[in-house]
């Protein structure tokens, strides 16, 4: 079965702080692993995705396949980046996205 | 964001009433999908379509239905609201005709409140 866990439901961390939010995955295939943001009263957005490789707003993250995670980092927090953060898992090539429960960061100034 | 709407975007109704929420895109996409948000649950499937009039259940599809009569409108139905359907509801699409793409395209929600 495909499941997504984040284990923080809240984070809050200090401006300039360097901020990793947790996603571990259960998958037995190959799976595809997002990242969505949204913010306050916004829809949800594609943040970023490991097969793209790219670093948006200063966030990156790396597939782990040993460990089977998929961790959001970003050495340096801004108080916009304020936001529910979800993790996403889909298998190769199918369609359907598992979401985790999300993690709402607060950035403090 | 302007391919994907949702309406209503806010509604009031009462326990026992039924409840219809539109999801419209202008993308030509494939698949979509109806969740709902709630606290500590994140983003749940309710149900998907993967073309007109083919549909399929999600992860928490009890008491609620859904139509898809034409690729750019998805619709869930609540037959007989109740008060543990009081959520925020998106709508998302993905696979834009032709191509296999996981990443899915979010509405902006509807709120919706049972009373």
């Known amino acids: 079965a495909q499941r997504v866990t984040q284990p923080e439901k809240l984070l809050s961390v200090f401006k300039g702080a360097p901020v990793e939010l947790k996603c571990n995955y259960s998958?037995?295939?190959?799976?595809?692993l997002f990242w969505y943001v949204q913010y306050s009263r916004q829809r949800l957005q594609l943040l970023l995705r490991?097969?793209s490789r790219e670093s948006i707003k200063g966030f990156t993250a790396d597939l782990n396949k040993g460990e089977t995670s998929f961790h959001l980092k970003k050495p340096f927090a801004q108080e916009e980046d304020s936001a529910m953060y979800y993790c996403?898992?889909?298998?190769?090539?199918?369609?359907?996205?598992?979401f985790g429960q999300g993690t709402r960061l607060t950035i403090n100034p | 964001d302007a391919g994907i709407t949702q309406s209503p975007r806010h509604k009031v109704t009462e326990t026992g009433t039924p409840v219809t929420l539109r999801c419209h895109q202008t993308?030509?996409?494939?698949?979509m999908y109806w969740y709902r948000q709630d606290p500590g649950h994140g983003l749940r499937l309710i149900h998907y379509?993967?073309?007109?009039?083919?549909?399929d259940k999600g992860e928490v599809s009890d008491g609620y239905s859904v139509s898809r009569s034409k690729t750019e409108d998805f619709l869930l139905t609540l037959e007989s609201a109740t008060s543990s359907q009081t959520s925020v509801y998106f709508c998302?699409?993905?696979?834009?005709?032709?191509?296999?793409?996981?990443?899915?395209?979010f509405g902006p929600g509807t709120r919706l409140t049972v009373t």
């Open positions: 998302a699409i993905s696979g834009r005709t032709g191509q296999g793409d996981a990443e899915q395209y």
């Open positions: 998958y037995s295939g190959s799976p595809e």
């Open positions: 490991h097969i």
């Open positions: 996403a898992l889909s298998g190769l090539g199918a369609q359907k996205l598992v």
């Open positions: 993308e030509n996409h494939r698949y």
């Open positions: 379509s993967y073309g007109v009039k083919d549909t």
